[in-house]
């Protein structure tokens, strides 16, 4: 099963931009399609942005849209979250997430799961 581990968060001002990348082990990556999800405090976690198994379709959470970029480089088993504009409410922590659903881009039914990296927007 895909291992994954997020990395790239850190601390930026409101109106920079953080991209952040994940990279997965074992599995087949291209089986999976994948997804950036959010939690900030007192919240539940939400899907901020979602691509298919090869790269050609995305999905994004309307708060990112126009702002977040969602890619992926099977070659290289990598997914990336280019983050621009970036607001205070977009201060949480990112988990990186696969799913077996390939058939369309899934909003729910992710069964793998990195460790999440946080990112703090200050105002």
């Known amino acids: 099963q895909v291992q994954l581990v997020e990395s790239g968060g850190g601390l930026v001002q409101a109106g920079g931009s953080l991209r952040l990348s994940c990279t997965a082990s074992r599995g087949t990556f291209s089986r999976y399609s994948l997804g950036w999800f959010r939690q900030a405090p007192g919240k539940e976690r939400e899907l901020a942005a979602a691509?298919?198994?090869?790269?050609?379709?995305?999905d994004y959470a309307d708060s990112v849209k126009g702002r977040f970029t969602i890619s992926r480089d099977n070659a290289k088993n990598m997914v990336y979250l280019q983050m621009n504009s970036l607001k205070p409410e977009d201060t949480a922590v990112y988990y990186c997430a696969a799913s077996t659903i390939v058939s369309r881009i899934p909003r729910s039914g992710y069964g793998y799961w990195g460790q999440g990296t946080q990112v703090t927007v200050s105002s």
């Open positions: 691509i298919s198994w090869n790269g050609m379709s995305t």
